[in-house]
Nanobody, 114 residues
Framework: QVQLVESGGGLVQPGGSLRLSCASSVSIFSVDYMGWYRQAPGKERELVAAMTGSLINYADSVKGRFTISRDNTENTWSLQMNSLKPEDTAVYYC?????????WGQGTQVTVSS
């Protein structure tokens, strides 16, 4: 069983930055897949960024603006979001795959508005 806890969401103006973090209850050395997804009202949940091993991929809509990274000492992974746009407004979820099971965090709201 893995517990994931997101933090760092909030309200930011267009062009601003936020950093989301996902804290894992298990060592991330044992986590096979770490990702960030988002779900806007009335839309399906979509991949934002993910890493597995040394591979990282981003949604086209966030390339060049968002960066996913990991902190092995803190058992966390983060999403640095720069140049935020109103269309980035959504609930952001972290996702992990551990021992063939998938786990989700509870979500954190990101609102980009002036």
């Amino acid at each position: 069983q893995v517990q994931l806890v997101e933090s760092g969401g909030g309200l930011v103006q267009p062009g601003g930055s936020l950093r989301l973090s996902c804290a894992s209850s298990v060592s991330i050395f044992s986590v096979d897949y770490m990702g960030w997804y988002r779900q806007a009202p009335g839309k399906e949940r979509e991949l934002v960024a993910a890493m597995t091993g040394s591979l990282i991929n981003y949604a086209d809509s966030v390339k060049g603006r968002f960066t996913i990274s990991r902190d092995n000492t803190e058992n966390t992974w983060s999403l640095q979001m720069n140049s935020l746009k109103p269309e980035d407004t959504a609930v952001y979820y972290c996702k992990a795959t551990y021992q063939l099971q998938t786990y989700w965090g509870q979500g954190t709201q990101v609102t980009v508005s002036s």
